[in-house]
Each structure stands twice: as C-alpha cells, then as structure tokens.
C-alpha cells in the first residue's frame, strides 16, 4: 500500500531535492573549473619562470663571454715571466669585478705553465684557501721553465697589494693545465667553449668553464670559472609560494641546482661529478615525482603537467626544458601546493632597472703637426670625458676653437652632460620619494624642468580610464584640486598599434594617439586636445602651444599613466628621446610607490581588522582598541607641539608616526589569544556559565530535606508546631546563608575575614547526593577526576567545597620558558586555573583569582610575542616595544618586564596614558558604571605621584587640553565635569622639583663616597 503524506511534505522534499542537485551540479562545476584553472595558471607561471630561469643562464654566461672576447686580444696571453703576468692583474681584477658570478680567470699556456686569479667574495671563500682576514683575491702559479716546476700562492687585498706568498710546489706538479678538458676543447675551435658542469679543482665546487683560444698568443688558453651555486639563489627568487618548490635537472633525473640547495657531489671523478639524483634528494614531492613520470617524456617545447599526491598535500607539478647548456640537456622542475598556488599573491617583482650606461673612451690621437691652439680644447674636452667617466656630470667648461668638429663635439659633450644629469637628478628624486601623493607633482615638475617647457598634465590609469592626478599651468604654479575636476577623464584604447595613423580628414588628440602607438609623440596643441582634455575650461589661462605625449609604460608594456608636456617651442627629437628614456623609470617608479601605497593600506586594513575583532570578540572592551589609537595621536601632537618642558624636543617623523599609530592599533593584540569567559567574568563562581545556580539547587535539596524531616517528625507522632517552628527556622537560616553567598558572589564588596570565616561555616553545611558525578562528563573532565576513589552512593558533601577537580594543571605550553629571551618577569601561578568554589568565593575584592588574573595579564605577554614574530622593517622594528609596554610603570613595579623610567621610551608611556584614560571613562562597558572626567583625572594624578605614569606627560595631557578635546568627542556630555586642572599642574610640578631634589642628592652622596 503506497504511503501517504500532506503536499507540504513532497513540496519540501522537491525543494531539497532540486537544491541538493543544483548545489551538487555546481560545486561539480565550480570544482573542474577551478582545477583547471589551478591548472592554466601553474603553466602560464612556469612558463614564465623557465623564460626568466633562461635568462638567468644567460645572464652567468653573457657577461662572462664578452669578458673572454675581450681577453683574447690581452698581452698577457704571450708573456711567459710570473713578473710580466702580474703587471696584468689590475685588468683581471676589473673584469672579475663586473662578471659577478665569475669565481676566477686562469691563463692556461703551451709550455705547462698557468696562471690562476681567483676572487674571494667573503670569509668563507677566505677560509676554504686558509687567506688572511683582509685578503680579496688569490693568484696561483706555475711556470715549467726548468726542470723542475714552480708553484707560488699569492693573497693580495682590494689594492692588489700582496699580503702574503706561499710555495707549493705539491701543485705544480699534480696539475697540468693542458690536461684538462676546457684546454683541449678550446685548441680544438676558434669560438667560446663551454664545459659540461665538472668539479673545479680549486675549491671542489660544481661548475662551468669557458674558455677560448687568445688571438695574441698561439696555443694559450683563456678560462672563466663560473660556479652553479649561483643558480640557486635565481630559483629561490622565482618562487611561487612559500611551500614551492623549484629545481634545475638534467634528463638522467640529476639536481644542477635547487631554490635552498647546493649543489653536492656525492662522487665521480674531476670530469664528471656524480650529481644528487630526485629520488635521494630529500624532499618528498620530488622524490614522489621521480617514482612516477620519465624525464624523457617532456617536451623541447611547452610543459609537462603532473599531479603529485602526498599524504598530506596535492602538489601541481610542471616541467619545461630549458636550452641547452653546454652539453646537459636541462628540465626545470616546479611543484607547488595546489593550496598555495591561487592564494598567492603576484609579487610586484624585481623592482630594480639595470641602467647600463657604457661609455667607451675613444683614444683621441693628438697629432704633433697640429697647433697648441687646436690641441688645448681637445685637451679639454678630454677632461669633460674624463669627468663623465667619473660621473662628475657638474658644469661644462666653455669652450671655443677654430675646428667646427672639435665646437660641434663639445657642444655635445655639454649637452650630453646635462642630459645625464638631468636623467640621473630626476631617477634620483622620484625613486628617493616615498610618499605617493607627493611623488606625483614632483615627477611632473622635474619632467617639466628637464625638457625646458612650460606647463603640463599628469595622468593616472584608474578603473579603465585615465584620470588627471596632477597638473602645472604655464605660469609655473601646481593647479589647485578644485580646478583640477575640469579635465576630462580619458578612456583607454582599445589596442596598441605603433604604425597607428589617424583617419584621413579626422582629427585625433595628440594623446590618444600616442597611446594608441605606445610611444611619445609631438606637435602643435590643436583645438582637438583642448577640447578632448577639458584643458579650454580651466579659465583664461594661456596654455603654450606646442605639446609632447608620454605614454608611461611598465616593464610588462602596461599602460600605467601618461603625461601631456606643454612648451613654448616646438620640440626638437633630443627632447622627445629624452622623455622617452625618462617614460620607462617614470612609470617603474609609480608602480612601485603604487604598490607599496596599496600594501601599507591592506596592511592598515588587517591591524584594524585584528583590532575591531577583539573589541567585537567582548563587549566588555567596546571600542577600546578604536579610541587608544586616537588618544595616543592626540597626545602624541601634543608633545611635539610643546616648547618648553621635558618634552620640548620630542618630534616624531613620519616614520616614528606611522610607528606609534600601528603600536597603539595592536597594543592588545594579545587578548585574542585570551579566554572570553575570563575576560568576561563578571562573578566568583562563573566559568562559562555562573555556578551560582548549582550552589541554589543544594540549598533548594536542603530546604526539601528540612521540610521532609518536619513532615517525618510530625507523622512520627512529634508536635507539629515544635516541627513547624523549627522547620522556618531552618528555611530561615538557609535563606540568610545562601543570601550572604549570593552577595559574596558578585565580588563588589571587599571580603573582610569576618566574611571570609562565615563563608568556612556556610560549607560545613551537607547534603546527600545520590547519583554518579561522573556521569555525562567529556574525557578532559574525567581525567581530573580522582580515578581510585569510588565512594558508595549516596555521599554527603559539602555545600561549598574546594575539589581536586576543580584544580587545572598548567599544561607545558602555556608555562613561562626557563631561558625566557622575552625578558618577563611575572609572577606564574602553578595551577592554570583553580575553580574550587571557596577559592573562587573567598577572593578579598573583585571577581578574580590569582590564576584568572594572572591569564589576562598575559595578553601583554602575547602582545609582545605574536609582534616580535612578524618581519616589520627596519623602521618599525620599535612597534613590539611600544605596544607591549603599556602595562609598565615608571617605578619598575608593572608588567610583564618590570620595566624602569629609564627603559620606557616617550611613546610607550602616551600609550600608557591613554590605555587607562580610555577604560576609565568608557561607556559602553557592561559591567561598570563609566567615571566621570574630573574622576579619571583624580586616578591619573594618583597614578603619576606613585610613579606609575609619567607626570611630566601627564601635565601636557592636562596644559595642552587633550583631555577636554577627547572627552567632547568620545564621551557622553553627562560625564563631562569641571576638573581643577591648576590645582593638578601645582601638585605634579611639586613632584617633579622633589624627584630632582632627590636626583641631586644622590649624585652628591655618590661623589661624596668616590
């Protein structure tokens, strides 16, 4: 028979049927499409990664090449004496010095003999060749010229002065240069040739060797060492994620370099070192990957995807093959997390433009035939040479002469110097600018200068357009924010075209073709441009007539901004390449100020939130870590604006300003980590719930108990009012005795040892309990249970009652180190909690026990832990000081250091101020009445003559009005009184003149006893 049921019944179960389905359908989808987006960007990244890792190959070995084909053309190459050879170094000494990752340059000659410099980059490289401390390049030798060969082992300092010389003949007669692989293959071609990786024989590190023959010298041979452990520094810059991982293999599965690795060998001979294969270098995931794809089977071109599963990860795994270097075919290995791979953030790259200027100084042959006349400003323009190789770009010296070539080229030599200068002045400005909104009219106004001109524009690209950032009217002054809203917004084009030309017979803005082509373009401003940039509604003002675009492209060739230049002149092409080299470090440098601009504000964002979420986490803190920032600024304004006093010449920068701002938003960043019933504990008896209620349900047993012993009494023959009587005199006492517990148990009166003692009587009080108590408890509660006492049921217990259950042990992780490196000094209670109802009752005042209290004074202690972890720079590194010393006095007796006048800095005692001035007078704290202002004042200027606060601060918290300002803004009008602020000023004044007294005293009792 088929079951029957009301239509809400099959309504409701379509609807959960068509929900389940949908939901499954689209988390199914949701589900491949984020896989296979996970995907496509794992190998667009890649991709990327292998493009760069190239060009890090190439970056080792180009430098390195042009050293060599300069070498070949050297002397040194012929002469056969270690004397002559030395007289080279400085030239050897120059081309190390700008092959980075060259390790040494070696002459190897058709006679046997060699000649070996090496750079020692640091103390271990000194080390490793046993060089003295000062010692930064080592030269070995051997010359074969008699019968017996000769080795010498040079150290020489940054001068090329020689330290210390050694003999060792043991390597003249093991090594032979001729033997060696890079001096065969080089006598064997004409070109550059590169070695497989092999073991170097002088400091046993895995490298590449190039070598050449030298055009000077039949037979001699040029080497360059370059070592492999470069390679690993490049992979550790490519990485994705933190967890990712980037390797460098060949097709046999063999590790060339790692991200955190070097290179090891693990055997072989000098030729071919054994390389450490995927599967024993030991990181699972590669070791993973070796067990489950061939090498082999990745492409010449495109990628290789694979997923890894670990036990406890997913990895993305993508290999690419990367050109051939020498001999060994390489294939770049990146795994990352698939968790990692979406969530991380695109870094906002290398932010750093090699700008490479190579001047070559051509030899300028006087001839004697000419006349001093001629000679004398060849002369000096040899000196303006000299100056701009020694980038000493300062005034040009004038010059004339009779040759019209030697006016042309010092007029282009001067020219050429300001240019440079110019180029160099205005990196210099907007790279040195850290400020983003000041950058902006700075960069225009050095642009404008640079080229001469009049007036000009600068664009922002924001949300698909362009937007006017800034602007500069022709008579030199910035146009205000107001008129600034008349110029148009600019929409991007479509696409970049460098052969765009407008339509014929259509006028197009001088700007969007620029754009259009990606490249500065000049001409007349024609009334289209007026038009098109709102530049005909700013007024009156003239604008000059002849314009330059700048379109301002990043590395990437994203359109990043634009500038309009506006001159007088019309613009002469040295102008228009001028702004076209200056364009690209323009728009570099507003990319980066940009995106450290947006990363301070999400940083900002993220203190505010972790600081709102602990006000929201209790209501019993409000607001508070809102307004103590507000109170710090406020005081801390004070202080710099004071001129006379201790605090005359406190001034904060922007950094020490940014400083204390972050230090006042996470100065209670510690109590996230505290428990809220703690924090909110407004009873004795309350943990999570008040167990008050319990201790009424064991009166409510003994007033039954009372009424059934009455009722017993009277139905074993007793009088009934003798049993009546005695029953509301039992009722009574019960009443008055839970009463007084109740009332103890609020915690607002202070416990008197008369109360203490009646307490101890009310628990002699019994009753019976008739069933299990460890019945219905998690494991965590009966662990605390006694576990060998079983009690026969029923058991008579006390009312109130302290109970080993009721001890918490401290676990170990929440114990105080034994080598704190903190510096804390705080009193640990042994128990984590004690929650024995006496204990909890007896408290003399508040609702807290030692352990309770002890757990929210901890929050200081986490405070300055959870900050100490973070990688704040340089110029924050103060924020954990300041924040975490807010509970400290000036007298050393507060917390969690016991922290003295002397260690406090300024800031950390406003934060300090404003700490207490803020939950003294707030409203919205549940459980007190908020104080009034002329109360807060009265326990601040109780605290300052105690020592607690600094009283030199707190009479400019009073003189300067900060009290009064912060109390209109944040405090309800009901509490704001009259305070006696000269009466405060007298009595803190009189304090500080007895602390000198007793400053001055002590010197002379020290210097009378000296």
Same mark, same amino acid.
């Given at each position: 028979?088929? *079951?029957?049921?009301?239509?809400?019944?099959?309504?409701?179960?379509?609807?959960?049927?068509?929900?389940?389905?949908?939901?499954?359908?689209?988390?199914?989808?949701?589900?491949?499409?984020?896989?296979?987006?996970?995907?496509?960007?794992?190998?667009?990244?890649? %991709?990327?990664?292998?493009?760069?890792?190239?060009?890090? &190959?190439?970056?080792?070995?180009?430098?390195?090449?042009?050293?060599?084909?300069?070498?070949?053309?050297?002397? &040194?190459?012929?002469?056969? %004496?270690?004397?002559?050879?030395?007289?080279?170094?400085?030239?050897?000494? @120059?081309?190390?010095?700008?092959?980075?990752?060259?390790?040494?340059?070696?002459?190897?000659?058709?006679?046997?003999?060699?000649?070996?410099?090496? #750079?020692?980059?640091?103390?271990?490289?000194?080390?490793?060749?046993?060089?003295?401390?000062?010692?930064?390049?080592?030269?070995?030798?051997?010359?074969?010229?008699?019968?017996?060969?000769?080795?010498?082992?040079?150290?020489?300092?940054?001068?090329?002065?020689?330290?210390?010389?050694?003999?060792?003949?043991?390597?003249?007669?093991?090594?032979?240069?001729?033997?060696?692989?890079?001096?065969?293959?080089?006598?064997?071609?004409?070109?550059?040739?590169?070695?497989?990786?092999?073991?170097?024989?002088?400091?046993?590190?895995?490298?590449?060797?190039?070598? #050449?023959?030298?055009?000077?010298?039949?037979?001699?041979?040029?080497?360059?060492?370059?070592?492999?452990?470069?390679?690993?520094?490049?992979?550790?810059?490519?990485?994705?994620?933190? +967890?990712?991982?980037?390797?460098?293999?060949? $097709?046999?599965? !063999?590790?060339?370099?790692?991200?955190?690795?070097?290179?090891?060998?693990?055997?072989?001979?000098?030729?071919?070192?054994?390389?450490?294969?995927?599967?024993?270098?030991?990181?699972?995931?590669?070791?993973?990957?070796? =067990?489950?794809?061939?090498?082999?089977?990745?492409?010449?071109?495109?990628?290789? =995807?694979?997923?890894?599963?670990?036990?406890?990860?997913?990895?993305?795994?993508?290999?690419?093959?990367?050109?051939?270097?020498?001999?060994?075919?390489?294939?770049?290995?990146?795994?990352?997390?698939?968790?990692?791979?979406?969530?991380?953030?695109?870094?906002?790259? #290398? *932010?750093?433009?090699?700008?490479?200027?190579?001047?070559?100084?051509?030899?300028?042959?006087?001839?004697?035939?000419?006349?001093?006349?001629?000679?004398?400003?060849?002369?000096?323009?040899?000196?303006?040479?000299? +100056?701009?190789?020694?980038?000493?770009?300062? %005034?040009?010296?004038?010059?004339?002469?009779?040759?019209?070539?030697?006016?042309?080229?010092?007029?282009?030599?001067?020219?050429?110097?300001?240019?440079?200068?110019?180029?160099?002045?205005?990196?210099?400005?907007?790279?040195?600018?850290?400020?983003?909104?000041?950058?902006?009219?700075?960069?225009?106004?050095?642009?404008?200068?640079?080229?001469?001109?009049?007036?000009?524009?600068?664009?922002?690209?924001?949300?698909?357009?362009?937007?006017?950032?800034? @602007?500069?009217?022709?008579?030199?002054?910035?146009?205000?924010?107001?008129?600034? #809203?008349?110029?148009?917004?600019?929409?991007?084009?479509?696409?970049?075209?460098?052969?765009?030309?407008?339509?014929?017979?259509?006028?197009?803005?001088?700007?969007?073709?620029?754009?259009?082509?990606?490249?500065?373009?000049?001409?007349?401003?024609?009334?289209?441009?007026?038009?098109?940039?709102?530049?005909?509604?700013?007024?009156?003002?003239?604008?000059?007539?002849?314009?330059?675009?700048?379109?301002?492209?990043?590395?990437?060739?994203?359109?990043?901004?634009?500038?309009?230049?506006?001159?007088? /002149?019309?613009?002469?092409?040295?102008?228009?390449?001028?702004?076209?080299?200056?364009?690209?470090?323009?728009?570099?440098?507003? !990319?980066?100020?940009?995106?450290?601009?947006?990363?301070?504000?999400?940083?900002? $964002?993220?203190?505010?939130?972790?600081?709102?979420?602990?006000?929201?986490?209790?209501?019993?803190?409000?607001?508070?870590?809102?307004?103590?920032?507000?109170?710090?600024?406020?005081?801390?304004?004070?202080?710099?604006?004071?001129?006379?006093?201790?605090?005359?010449?406190?001034?904060?920068?922007?950094?020490?300003?940014?400083?204390?701002?972050?230090?006042?938003?996470?100065?209670?960043?510690?109590?996230?980590?505290?428990?809220?019933?703690?924090?909110?504990?407004?009873?004795?008896?309350?943990?999570?719930?008040?167990?008050?209620?319990?201790?009424?349900?064991?009166?409510?047993?003994?007033?039954?108990?009372?009424?059934?012993?009455?009722?017993?009494?009277?139905?074993?023959?007793?009088?009934?009012?003798?049993?009546?009587?005695?029953?509301?005199?039992?009722?009574?006492?019960?009443?008055?005795?839970?009463?007084?517990?109740?009332?103890?148990?609020?915690?607002?009166?202070?416990?008197?040892?008369?109360?203490?003692?009646?307490?101890?009587?009310?628990?002699?009080?019994?009753? %019976?309990?008739?069933?299990?108590?460890?019945?219905?408890?998690?494991?965590?509660?009966?662990?605390?249970?006694?576990?060998?006492?079983?009690?026969?049921?029923?058991?008579?217990?006390?009312?109130?009652?302290?109970?080993?259950?009721?001890?918490?042990?401290?676990?170990?992780?929440?114990?105080?180190?034994?080598?704190?490196?903190?510096?804390?000094?705080?009193?640990?209670?042994?128990?984590?909690?004690?929650?024995?109802?006496?204990?909890?009752?007896?408290?003399?005042?508040? /609702?807290?026990?030692?352990?309770?209290?002890?757990?929210?004074?901890?929050?200081?202690?986490? /405070?300055?832990?959870?900050?100490?972890?973070?990688?704040?720079?340089?110029?924050?590194?103060?924020?954990?000081?300041?924040?975490?010393?807010?509970?400290?006095?000036?007298?050393?007796?507060?917390?969690?250091?016991?922290?003295?006048?002397?260690?406090?800095?300024?800031?950390?005692?406003?934060?300090?101020?404003?700490?207490?001035? !803020?939950?003294?007078?707030?409203?919205?704290?549940?459980?007190?009445?908020?104080?009034?202002?002329? !109360?807060?004042?009265?326990?601040?200027?109780?605290?300052?003559?105690?020592?607690?606060?600094?009283?030199?601060?707190?009479?400019?918290?009073?003189?300067?009005?900060?009290?009064?300002?912060?109390?209109?803004?944040?405090?309800?009008?009901?509490?704001?009184?009259?305070?006696?602020?000269?009466?405060?000023?007298?009595?803190?004044?009189?304090?500080?003149?007895?602390?000198?007294?007793?400053?001055?005293?002590?010197? /002379?009792?020290?210097?009378?006893?000296?």
């Amino acid at each position: 028979m088929r *079951a029957n049921a009301p239509l809400h019944v099959h309504v409701s179960t379509l609807f959960m049927v068509l929900i389940l389905l949908v939901g499954s359908l689209l988390g199914f989808v949701g589900y491949r499409m984020a896989d296979r987006l996970i995907s496509s960007v794992s190998e667009d990244l890649a %991709q990327r990664i292998s493009r760069e890792t190239s060009a890090e &190959l190439r970056l080792l070995t180009e430098p390195a090449h042009t050293a060599l084909q300069l070498l070949q053309f050297d002397p &040194l190459a012929g002469l056969t %004496q270690f004397e002559q050879r030395m007289t080279r170094l400085p030239l050897i000494k @120059a081309t190390l010095d700008h092959t980075p990752a060259s390790a040494s340059i070696f002459f190897g000659y058709p006679t046997g003999d060699y000649f070996f410099v090496r #750079r020692l980059r640091d103390a271990q490289d000194r080390e490793q060749f046993q060089a003295p401390a000062d010692a930064h390049y080592m030269v070995r030798s051997i010359e074969r010229q008699g019968s017996t060969p000769r080795g010498r082992q040079l150290y020489l300092n940054a001068r090329l002065q020689v330290l210390s010389a050694l003999s060792v003949p043991d390597y003249a007669r093991s090594y032979d240069a001729r033997n060696r692989s890079w001096y065969r293959q080089a006598l064997r071609s004409s070109e550059v040739h590169v070695t497989d990786p092999y073991l170097f024989y002088t400091d046993r590190q895995v490298g590449i060797t190039l070598s #050449r023959q030298s055009r000077h010298a039949s037979g001699t041979v040029i080497g360059l060492d370059i070592q492999l452990r470069t390679l690993g520094a490049g992979l550790a810059r490519q990485k994705l994620t933190p +967890s990712s991982q980037l390797a460098l293999v060949n $097709a046999q599965g !063999e590790v060339f370099a790692h991200e955190n690795t070097f290179i090891v060998p693990r055997g072989g001979t000098n030729e071919h070192p054994a390389l450490t294969p995927l599967s024993r270098f030991g990181i699972p995931v590669l070791t993973e990957l070796s =067990q489950h794809i061939q090498l082999g089977q990745v492409p010449a071109t495109g990628s290789l =995807q694979q997923v890894i599963e670990l036990s406890d990860e997913r990895w993305q795994v993508t290999l690419n093959t990367l050109p051939v270097l020498g001999k060994t075919q390489l294939i770049l290995i990146n795994a990352v997390p698939r968790h990692e791979l979406l969530a991380a953030v695109y870094d906002e790259g #290398r *932010a750093a433009i090699m700008a490479a200027l190579l001047i070559v100084l051509g030899g300028i042959l006087l001839a004697w035939r000419f006349a001093r006349g001629i000679a004398r400003p060849l002369s000096v323009l040899v000196k303006e040479a000299e +100056s701009i190789r020694h980038f000493d770009f300062g %005034q040009t010296v004038p010059l004339k002469s009779y040759v019209l070539e030697v006016n042309t080229l010092a007029r282009t030599v001067g020219e050429m110097k300001r240019t440079i200068r110019q180029f160099l002045e205005i990196s210099s400005a907007i790279s040195g600018e850290k400020h983003f909104d000041r950058l902006l009219p700075r960069l225009l106004d050095e642009t404008v200068t640079a080229v001469n001109a009049a007036a000009g524009v600068l664009y922002l690209r924001e949300d698909g357009g362009l937007k006017p950032a800034c @602007a500069r009217g022709a008579d030199g002054h910035a146009i205000d924010a107001a008129a600034l #809203r008349h110029l148009h917004r600019l929409t991007l084009p479509s696409h970049k075209d460098p052969s765009a030309a407008p339509p014929p017979g259509q006028d197009v803005p001088l700007l969007g073709l620029a754009l259009s082509q990606g490249r500065v373009l000049s001409g007349p401003l024609q009334p289209v441009d007026m038009l098109t940039l709102g530049l005909s509604e700013l007024g009156e003002q003239p604008w000059p007539p002849h314009a330059m675009a700048v379109p301002l492209l990043n590395r990437q060739r994203e359109l990043v901004g634009a500038m309009l230049i506006l001159s007088d /002149t019309p613009s002469e092409a040295d102008r228009v390449s001028f702004l076209g080299a200056l364009s690209g470090t323009a728009a570099v440098a507003l !990319e980066a100020q940009a995106l450290i601009s947006e990363q301070k504000v999400l940083f900002d $964002a993220l203190i505010q939130l972790i600081a709102n979420a602990i006000d929201t986490k209790s209501a019993y803190t409000g607001g508070h870590c809102a307004r103590v920032p507000e109170l710090t600024r406020m005081l801390a304004e004070a202080a710099c604006a004071a001129k006379d006093g201790p605090y005359a010449s406190f001034r904060l920068n922007d950094e020490g300003w940014e400083t204390l701002r972050m230090a006042a938003w996470l100065h209670d960043c510690g109590k996230i980590t505290t428990p809220e019933y703690v924090v909110d504990k407004a009873t004795k008896l309350e943990t999570l719930y008040n167990r008050i209620h319990e201790v009424r349900t064991r009166f409510e047993v003994l007033k039954r108990d009372a009424e059934i012993h009455c009722l017993q009494g009277i139905v074993n023959g007793g009088d009934e009012a003798t049993c009546r009587h005695n029953l509301a005199k039992t009722l009574a006492e019960l009443d008055e005795d839970f009463a007084f517990v109740a009332r103890c148990n609020l915690g607002s009166e202070a416990m008197v040892p008369e109360d203490q003692q009646r307490l101890l009587e009310v628990a002699q009080r019994t009753w %019976q309990r008739t069933l299990d108590n460890r019945l219905g408890l998690s494991q965590l509660e009966l662990q605390r249970h006694p576990q060998d006492v079983a009690l026969p049921l029923p058991v008579t217990e006390s009312v109130l009652a302290d109970k080993p259950e009721h001890r918490l042990e401290r676990p170990a992780h929440d114990q105080m180190p034994k080598d704190d490196r903190w510096g804390f000094r705080m009193a640990e209670p042994k128990l984590l909690y004690n929650q024995g109802e006496l204990y909890n009752l007896r408290v003399g005042y508040g /609702t807290l026990t030692e352990e309770e209290r002890f757990k929210i004074n901890q929050h200081i202690v986490q /405070t300055e832990v959870m900050l100490r972890q973070l990688p704040f720079p340089p110029y924050l590194s103060n924020v954990p000081e300041i924040a975490a010393g807010h509970h400290e006095k000036l007298n050393g007796t507060g917390y969690p250091k016991g922290l003295h006048q002397e260690q406090l800095r300024p800031e950390t005692r406003m934060l300090a101020i404003a700490d207490i001035f !803020e939950a003294l007078t707030a409203s919205d704290r549940p459980y007190k009445k908020a104080k009034q202002l002329s !109360e807060a004042i009265e326990i601040l200027n109780r605290m300052s003559q105690r020592g607690h606060i600094d009283p030199a601060l707190f009479a400019l918290f009073l003189s300067s009005g900060v009290y009064k300002a912060y109390a209109e803004r944040f405090m309800e009008p009901s509490q704001i009184d009259e305070v006696p602020v000269t009466r405060y000023l007298a009595s803190i004044e009189q304090v500080r003149t007895d602390q000198r007294a007793d400053v001055a005293a002590a010197r /002379t009792l020290a210097s009378s006893s000296t």
